[in-house]
């Protein structure tokens, strides 16, 4: 039986038009991502698909886990400043407003309102940040159950 050579892969065309694609994207998305940016808002800011966006992401994997890292950090930074003005409480001003003679909204009354400090966003908030210090509660189903009865039943007469 003739050998028949193995077929070799077509080459990718190098046609089409060229990137956009710049390394500096690398440190100006990271930027934009921690000032709050999507990535569709990063590919409307530098012109692209977002398609495109994510395919410089597939072909650049740095430029990919740069823009990750930065996006879980302004989450998890967003969510950590929200948690400690919960619990630590927090003014704001709420503005009541009513059309005026030519039509325009007009602030009628403002108010200085407060949110009191939260407990459980406290407890979380310090658990969390200072585990040594604040050492939570122990759950009663991390335990076993033979367990849990007895220390349910301590200092109880029988």
Request: aromatic letters at 10%; charged letters at 35%.
């Amino acid at each position: 039986m003739p050998k028949t050579k193995p077929k070799k892969k077509p080459k990718k065309n190098k046609g089409g038009r060229p990137t956009k694609w710049k390394p500096e994207f690398m440190e100006q998305g990271k930027e934009l991502i921690l000032s709050g940016f999507s990535y569709v808002k990063l590919a409307k800011f530098w012109k692209v698909s977002r398609d495109t966006l994510y395919e410089w992401m597939k072909e650049y994997p740095k430029f990919s886990d740069t823009l990750g890292k930065a996006k879980d950090d302004y989450d998890t930074g967003r969510v950590e400043k929200s948690l400690l003005r919960r619990a630590v409480g927090f003014r704001f001003k709420e503005r009541t407003r009513e059309p005026g003679k030519d039509g325009e909204m007009v602030v009628i009354k403002e108010v200085t309102k407060m949110v009191v400090p939260d407990t459980p966003a406290m407890a979380l908030w310090l658990t969390n940040r200072n585990s040594k210090r604040w050492p939570g509660q122990r759950q009663l189903h991390d335990i076993t159950p033979e367990a849990a009865n007895f220390i349910m039943n301590i200092g109880k007469k029988k």
